[in-house]
Structure formats: structure tokens, C-alpha cells
């Protein structure tokens, strides 16, 4: 069961949370609220009802507090903005609306914590929670110190954690120290750290750290998750008595983190009257922010042609479709029946199948995610087989490769199994990884790269294609001074590692999780640029780079590297056509027109290009386009299943490439346009859905983006869209 929580906010709105101090362009209030909307987002997007939360206001303009409702002195302008409970963007946004400078000074911090204490307890109960309360406040609004040691002991006694954060608090180990303190706050941050001293559990510090560690970001902590718990066996235990078999369990060591996944909303449209009529979502309606949004419902329909049916369609009911597979140019259909046939038939197991030496282990046969194999819980006899299997394995240099069967019925899997014998970590375990079968793996042969081998068989060392021993030496320099394993420090100031694996976040789910909080708590705000730590590793360290710069001249001297000029843009029409030395016209004497050159099937390609070549105004190329259109219809037309299909699709590659380079996207995405109408209509012979699919989307001959062209007036979405 997840560990229960009660957290306390006390947040200062006095009047002088309202001043900007230090340099800041923003006030006290607003500056220390991003610590606070940070916390409370988190909260709410863990949606655990477990952990709750509540918010007290000092120095507000009312009070609202139980203390002051039995008439106890010293806690008046205390209020209770929200109670101990459950964070949801409902209360969030109430919350926000509540948080506002008062132009009160007569509240008392230490009193804020004693009201705080009571909402734990009586929330709490005797009930094992993890109790916590934050202050933060700037320590401007004097306070009576009197009773430190009593409101101390209480919180103890409550196992009450105190988080006291000032703003522009003096702190030597983050090394910032205000100048110009009033009296009032020097004595104010004394009396707080008198007052953490004596708690068990307690933590200090400034403000300026806290916002700037919101940056850093959090790796969610998961659970062991077990997805194996049996035995692990060396040959058959039924058939040998001699077959080992130890109990062990299996957790993931590495997995991938998801990207944070979206819900498809709609606005809620408040009934208009009793007689409106409107269709619910049955169980699936959720609360998203309030009544703002509802969730959607999605129905899938399935339809055949039916020349007898409305609009020549009819419905099927998903209980009468078949699966079916591709087989050539056909589809051969299962029935459910047939499908538990083509199921292998597993059971659970874990079994190992021999054993390789370390060398002949190569890393790029790694197909997926990393699990660590332990010893069953409080089971003497399977840890010690297991540490004797693991020391044997490291002894002898050797791997272990198994075959592993998560659940019955599930796919089998061949992994690889490491020794770790606990020398380094002092933690004994295998460690797996799983291996490819024969059709995962991808063999191809390229030419050697450190010589030539002519077509007579002759081998060379010395070519224009291979480098030379002064550009080999160059790159070996310039590759030891962008070494990064030493390129950091450590806190003893000894070369450490430049970027552990500690260090390197996911900056597609933390800028993703950053936008998501920012919008949570300011739906109508500019979302902040993504944070410096996130794209600390996207570039080389300049530092490292202004070292190691004499190492990558002599590499580009060697290398003999030259700046390519930039491509001219709008100049279509202006190349400068290549004269012969005798300056004859050479079409002219061939007696060809170029202007009204008509495009053969069966050379189409070359005098398609000759043609845009020679083309001077668009109205040429628009009507080449079009003759290469009837050329890729026809070959469409007329291809018996999908033999004529590559070809179709390597001639409207080549009219797509020709066009980027004209800055002419219109006129392909026009061609494109009336040809998907004519594939997936029928108008082309029959069913030709197979090459819109496979051989133009598959080969991504899709529209042309303003991404892939300036002058394109079609977006990436409207391309998706598209397709």
C-alpha cells in the first residue's frame, strides 16, 4: 500500500510579500509561489488520494483558524485557505484565486506552525502518516519567540517533519548572504533556526535554492516490480535428480519511461433546459478541472460495399469480421478457432541452455530492456546455489544463455545472463539481457573502410577514398581531446565523468511534465523555455571545445574541409544553360521543341528531367507533371496486384524530388491530391488501396511540408491529416 501522506503549506502574504527585493522583477509572493504551485501540480498529477494536502495563509487580512474560533490570543490574521485533503485541479484553481497580498502585518509564524500541528492531528488521527509542514514566508513580520522549545517538543512528539524556506534567507552552505537585513528579519531568522535545531526533523534553507533546484528533474521512484517468481533450472528436473533448480525472482533493472499520455476532451456544454436532449458516456464520464471538459467516448464502425444498401455501404458487426493475413497480393482469413492454432503453446519457465565466453558476446545484440535475476526472499538453499552459480560463471569468464517464459501462453525469450558477483556493489545477482532469434538480425555487407579492392581483386592502401596518415592521426588527436570520461570534477576536484547516467534526463518527458504543471497552474500563461539542465548535454561543453580547438583545426587542415555555400532560393528560371564549345544548338539541329516535348511510358524519368532541365516557365513543368501523372495512373491501372506498383511509386518520387528543388510543392501536392481521389475511389481497375498505403505513405511520398520547402503552404498537420 502506498505510503500515506499529510502536508501543510503556511505561505506568507503579508504586505511585504507584495515588494520585490534583490533585483527580482517580481514580488516576494509571486517569486516563492513557483516553489509552492511546483509541490501542489506534482501533487495533483500523481492523483493519489493518500496524499493530501492543506494550506494556511499568515498575515491574511481575516482569520479563520480553530484556535482563534476558541478565543486563544495570538492567532488572529491566520486562515485556513484549504483544508487537509485530496489536490485536485478543482481545488488548485480555488487555491490560486486565494493566494493574494493583504495588507496585514500582524500575523505570527510560530502560531501558523501550532495551527498547522493541530490540522495534522486531527487529520491524522493516531494513524501512521508521513506529517510534514512547509513554511515560507520572508521573516518581515515580527513574532513572538517565547515559546520555541514547547512547539518543538509538540511537533516531535507528532513526528512532525518542519520545512522552513525564507526568502533572501542567509545561508553558508548554498553561499548566499542578503546585505542591508533589517532587524526585525535577522532576528526573525534566528529564532527559525533555533527553532530547527530542536526539532528531530527538520530542514532550513533559502528560497533561491529551492526555485533553483524546480529545474532539476524528478525521476519518478518505482516499486519493484516482479515479473518472475519460479525456479530457474539447469537441464530437467522431473527426468534428473541431478538437474539443478533454484528459486529465484526476476525486476527489471532498466525500462523504458513513457512519455506522459493525453486524453481526448471535449468541451462540456452546459443542458439548456429540461427538454434538451443529451447523450451521456455512460461509466467513462471523468472530472477534468471541474465540469470544463468531458471525456470522449470512441465507436468504431465497420462497413462493406453493398450496391443494394444506402450509399452503396452496409454495417457489419465486429462478431462477423475475420482476421486475416497478408499472403502475395492476397489475404488469407482466420476464423477464431484457427487463431488458438497458430498460438505456441508455452509454459512458465526459466531454463538454462548452455554457455558462452565473455568474447563471444557482442553489445550490439542487446534487443531490449536490462533484469537483474535475485535469489527467492528468506530462502537460505536457493541464495547459496545461486551464489555459487553466479562465482562459477565469473571464474570461468563464461555467460549463461536461457530461455525464459514470463506466464503460460506467453512468447519465449532467449536471454543472456551476466554474473555479478558482487566484488564492486557487494550485490550478488544475473544480471539478462535479451538476445535476437535468426530473422532480428540484419547482416549487411559494406566495403572496408581501410582499403580499396579493385575489380581485379588487387587490395590498396593508398586511395583517394581512404584517409591519409596525417588525417588518421589528426582524428585520433581530436577524438582523445573530446574525451568526456575525465572531463568533469568531483568534489575532491579529481577528474570525474562528464555526464553519468544520473545526469542524463529524458527532455522529452520532463519538458513534456514542465508544460504540463505550468498549464495546471496557469492555463492562460506563457509556458517558460525548456530548463538549461535539459539541454545541458545537447551540445558539446564549450569549455572542452575551446580546449580541445587547435586539435580540430589540424583535423579540418587535414581533412581539408571547405564550407559548402548556401543553396540560391528563386531562381528557378535563371540557370545558365551549358553552351558546347562549338555553340551550336544542339537541339535545334535534333529538331526537338522543347516546349512541347511529350513524355514517353517507357522512358519517363530521364525525359521527364530532361524536360524540367530545359523548361523555362511553369506552365512546361505543370504540363510535365501532368503527362507524368497519366504515366504513374496507367501503370496503376494496368499492374496485375502490385507488380506495376514499384515503378508507379519510383516515378512520382522522382516528379516529388524534381518540384522540392523548383520550389513548386503546389503542383505535386495538386497531382497528389487527385491521385489519392482516384486510388482509393476504385476508379483505377479495382481495390488499389495497397499502393497509397504501402508504396506512397509507407515510402513517404506524402505531401510536401513547409518543412521540407519554404515556399509549401501545407503544414506537418495538414499532412497528417492527409494521410
Known amino acids: ?75 488572529e490574521n491566520i486562515s485556513v485557505l484549504q483544508e487537509i485533503g485530496p489536490m485536485s485541479m478543482t481545488s488548485l484553481k480555488e487555491l490560486k484565486s ?54 518543538a517538543s509538540k511537533l516531535n512528539e507528532s513526528n512532525i517533519e518542519l520545512v522552513i524556506i525564507g526568502i533572501d534567507f542567509d545561508d553558508a552552505e548554498y553561499g548566499f548572504k542578503e546585505e542591508d537585513k533589517s532587524s526585525v528579519k535577522r532576528r526573525n531568522e534566528e529564532a527559525l533556526e533555533k527553532l530547527i535545531s530542536q526539532c528531530n526533523h527538520a530542514v532550513y534553507g533559502t528560497m533561491a535554492q529551492a526555485v533553483e533546484e524546480l529545474s532539476v528533474p524528478r525521476i519518478k521512484h518505482v516499486r519493484p516490480f516482479k515479473s518472475y517468481d519460479g525456479t530457474l533450472t539447469l537441464g530437467d528436473p522431473a527426468k534428473y535428480p541431478s538437474a539443478l533448480s533454484i528459486q529465484v525472482e526476476r525486476y527489471f533493472k532498466t525500462k523504458r519511461a513513457a512519455v506522459p499520455s493525453a486524453s481526448t476532451v471535449v468541451i462540456k456544454q452546459e443542458p439548456a433546459g429540461p427538454s434538451q436532449s443529451t447523450q451521456t458516456l455512460d461509466e467513462e464520464d471523468v472530472e477534468m478541472g471541474g465540469t470544463e471538459f468531458s471525456g470522449v467516448k470512441q465507436m468504431r464502425s465497420y462497413k462493406v460495399n453493398d450496391p443494394d444498401a444506402p450509399g452503396g455501404k452496409k454495417d457489419v458487426d465486429m462478431d462477423d469480421l475475420a482476421k486475416g493475413y497478408q499472403y502475395g497480393s492476397t489475404v488469407v482469413p482466420f476464423s477464431e478457432s484457427d487463431l488458438n492454432v497458430t498460438k505456441l503453446e508455452t509454459k512458465k519457465s526459466f531454463t538454462i541452455l548452455g554457455f558462452v565466453p565473455f568474447s563471444s558476446y557482442e553489445p550490439f545484440l542487446n534487443m531490449g530492456e536490462t533484469g537483474l535475476v535475485v535469489a527467492q526472499r528468506q530462502n537460505e538453499d536457493a541464495e547459496i546455489t545461486l551464489s555459487a552459480l553466479i562465482h562459477a560463471l565469473h571464474e570461468v569468464e563464461s555467460y549463461a544463455v536461457a530461455r525464459y517464459v514470463q506466464k503460460d501462453g506467453a512468447q519465449p525469450q532467449i536471454l543472456l545472463l551476466k554474473p555479478n558477483p558482487g566484488i564492486e556493489d557487494e550485490f550478488e545477482c544475473l544480471y539478462d539481457v535479451p538476445l535476437p532469434f535468426a530473422e532480428d538480425v540484419r547482416s549487411y555487407r559494406f566495403p572496408p573502410l581501410d582499403k580499396v579492392v579493385t575489380v581485379t581483386g588487387n587490395v590498396l592502401t593508398q586511395h583517394r577514398l581512404l584517409p591519409s596518415e596525417d588525417l588518421t592521426e589528426a582524428m585520433s588527436d581530436y577524438v582523445d581531446a573530446m574525451d568526456l570520461s575525465t572531463f568533469a570534477t ?42 538549461a539542465i535539459l539541454l545541458r548535454f545537447s551540445h558539446p561543453p564549450e569549455k572542452l571545445l575551446e580546449k580541445a580547438k587547435p586539435e580540430i583545426d589540424s583535423l579540418v587542415d587535414a581533412a581539408e ?70 504515366i504513374i495512373r496507367k501503370l496503376i491501372e ?24 523548383l520550389e513548386l510543392p503546389g ?9 489519392k481521389k482516384s486510388i482509393l475511389t ?15 505513405i509507407g515510402g513517404k511520398l506524402s505531401l510536401i511540408t513547409s518543412e521540407e520547402s519554404e515556399v509549401s503552404d501545407v503544414t506537418e498537420e495538414q499532412a497528417k491529416a492527409f494521410v
Open 638 to 661: 494496368d499492374s496485375f496486384a502490385d507488380v506495376l506498383y514499384p515503378r508507379a511509386a519510383e516515378n512520382l518520387r522522382v516528379v516529388r524530388e524534381e518540384l522540392i528543388g
Open 682 to 696: 476504385g476508379e483505377l481497375n479495382g481495390d488499389r488501396r495497397e499502393m497509397w498505403f504501402k508504396y506512397i
Open 490 to 531: 568531483d568534489d575532491e576536484g579529481k577528474p570525474a565523468e562528464y555526464a553519468p547516467i544520473e545526469d542524463l534526463y529524458n527532455p522529452v518527458i520532463h519538458r513534456l511534465n514542465q508544460a504540463i504543471r505550468s498549464r495546471a497552474v496557469d492555463p492562460d500563461g506563457d509556458i517558460e523555455a525548456p530548463a
Open 561 to 630: 574541409v571547405k564550407k559548402v555555400p548556401a543553396k540560391a532560393q528563386g531562381k528557378r528560371w535563371k540557370k545558365e544553360a551549358v553552351k558546347p564549345l562549338s555553340g551550336l544548338d544542339i537541339d535545334s539541329l535534333l529538331g526537338q521543341n522543347r516546349q512541347t516535348k511529350t513524355i514517353s511510358a517507357e522512358n519517363a524519368i530521364p525525359e521527364f528531367k530532361q524536360t524540367i532541365a530545359t523548361a523555362d516557365d511553369d506552365s512546361v513543368v505543370e504540363d510535365a507533371v501532368k503527362q507524368m501523372g497519366q
Open 667 to 675: 503542383v505535386y501536392n495538386k497531382l497528389l491530391t487527385s491521385l
Open 1 to 75: 500500500m502506498a505510503d500515506k501522506e499529510a502536508t501543510v503549506y503556511i505561505i506568507d502574504v503579508g504586505e511585504s510579500m507584495a515588494d520585490c527585493h534583490n533585483g527580482r522583477d517580481e514580488s516576494d509572493l509571486d517569486w516563492s509561489m513557483r516553489y509552492i504551485w511546483d509541490k501542489l501540480s506534482t501533487t495533483v498529477a500523481a492523483s493519489r488520494k493518500t496524499w493530501t494536502v492543506g494550506v494556511l495563509g499568515l498575515n491574511t487580512r481575516k482569520t479563520d483558524n480553530d484556535l482563534a474560533s476558541e478565543g486563544l490570543d495570538g492567532y
Open 98 to 151: 486565494k493566494i493574494k497580498p493583504s495588507r496585514s502585518t500582524g500575523g505570527d509564524a510560530i502560531s501558523a506552525i501550532v495551527v498547522a500541528q493541530g490540522m495534522i492531528d486531527k487529520f491524522t488521527k493516531k494513524l501512521k502518516y508521513n506529517r510534514k509542514i512547509v513554511l515560507v514566508t520572508n521573516a518581515e513580520t515580527p513574532f513572538d519567540d517565547d515559546s520555541l522549545e514547547d512547539v
